[in-house]
């Protein structure tokens, strides 16, 4: 599966942003969907995953109550809204399928990642 990203850019603190993450290829339906992040000089970390119906969410502690991730699956398509964003939550932020939900926040075991888009939130 083919991912690509989109929707990122420059933020001030407080601000919202939504981010897109387009699916082609095999059936969207059959993966466990997520986002991640990589900071500059850290390691990419897991930020939200949504299960293949979309009925079940999990997020990291860091962005729970301000970000919610959804998914259409007529569209092939998640979404991250990302609301009250802090300077902190400035990075490259990838899109994610995974075949195993066990594995969907483990960037390690992810089986397909899009090309990531940039978010910088100012001060």
């Known amino acids: 599966v083919q991912l690509q990203a989109s929707g990122g850019g420059l933020v001030q603190a407080g601000g919202s942003l939504r981010l897109a993450c387009a699916a082609s290829?095999?059936?969207?339906?059959?993966?466990?969907m997520g986002w991640f992040r990589q900071a500059p000089g850290k390691e990419r970390e897991f930020v939200a995953t949504?299960?293949?119906?979309?009925?079940?969410?999990d997020y990291a502690d860091f962005v729970k109550g301000r970000f919610t991730i959804s998914r259409d699956n007529a569209k092939s398509t998640i979404y991250l809204q990302m609301n009250s964003l802090e300077p902190e939550d400035t990075a490259v932020y990838y899109c994610?399928?995974?075949?195993?939900?066990?594995?969907?926040?483990?960037?390690?075991?992810?089986?397909?990642w899009g090309q990531g888009t940039l978010v910088t939130v100012s001060s």
């Open positions: 290829g095999r059936s969207f339906s059959i993966y466990v």
């Open positions: 949504i299960s293949r119906s979309g009925s079940s969410t």
């Open positions: 994610a399928a995974s075949a195993e939900s066990r594995f969907a926040r483990v960037a390690g075991r992810v089986d397909y």
